[in-house]
C-alpha cells in the first residue's frame, strides 16, 4: 500500500480491510478462519482408519497419538484450506516415541502424515519437530553423576 493511499484511507476514516465488527467495533480484519477448532490428532485418525491396520496396532497408535490431542487447530476459508496451529501443546511425548520402536506403527504413522492434504503442512511439521526434539535429546545424568560425589564436592574449585 502507497504511502498516499494510507494517508487517505486515514483521512476519510476507512480501512484497507472490510470490518467484522460484529457490533463491538473490536476488529477491523476478516475473519479468514473457517469451521470449528479440532485436536491435531483429528485429521491423522483419519488417515490412519483408511489404512485397515488390524485391532492391535490402532490401539497402540491411538494411545501413541493422543499425546497430541492438547494440540488445536483450524482450517482457512480459502482454497485450498490451511491448517492454522491454535494451540500447539502436548503432554509426555513417550507414547508416541515408543511407536517409532516398532517399523510397522512407524510405517502407519508416516503414511498418515505423508498422506495429508498440502494445506495441512504444519501437523506434518508439529509432529515432525516432537519427534526430533526428543530423539535430539541425550541423557547425561549418568556422566554427569561423579559430580555429586563427596570427593567432587570437596574438592576445591
Same mark, same amino acid.
Given at each position: ?41 483429528? #485429521? ?13 496396532? /490402532? ?10 490431542? #492438547? ?23 513417550? #507414547? ?11 510405517? /502407519? ?8 492434504? #498440502? ?31 563427596? /570427593?567432587?564436592?570437596? /574438592?576445591?574449585?
Amino acid at each position: 500500500m502507497s504511502h498516499t493511499h494510507a494517508t487517505n484511507l486515514a483521512a476519510t476514516g476507512t480501512t484497507a480491510w472490510p470490518t467484522n465488527t460484529g457490533g463491538s467495533g473490536a476488529s477491523a480484519r476478516p475473519d479468514i478462519l473457517g469451521g470449528p477448532e479440532q485436536s491435531v490428532i483429528d #485429521p491423522l485418525r483419519d488417515r490412519l482408519s483408511e489404512l485397515g491396520l488390524d485391532v492391535d496396532a /490402532a490401539t497402540r497408535l491411538a494411545e501413541g497419538l493422543s499425546v497430541l490431542a #492438547p494440540a488445536r487447530f483450524r482450517l482457512t476459508a480459502t482454497e485450498p484450506p490451511l491448517v492454522v496451529l491454535r494451540s500447539a501443546t502436548t503432554v509426555d511425548p513417550a #507414547p508416541l516415541l515408543d511407536l517409532l520402536t516398532d517399523d510397522d506403527l512407524t510405517t /502407519a504413522l508416516e503414511l498418515a502424515v505423508g498422506g495429508l492434504p #498440502p494445506g495441512y503442512w504444519a501437523i506434518s511439521a508439529f509432529v515432525a519437530n516432537i519427534v526430533h526434539l526428543e530423539h535430539s535429546r541425550r541423557r547425561v545424568g549418568q556422566e554427569l553423576e561423579w559430580l555429586t560425589t563427596p /570427593a567432587a564436592l570437596a /574438592a576445591p574449585s
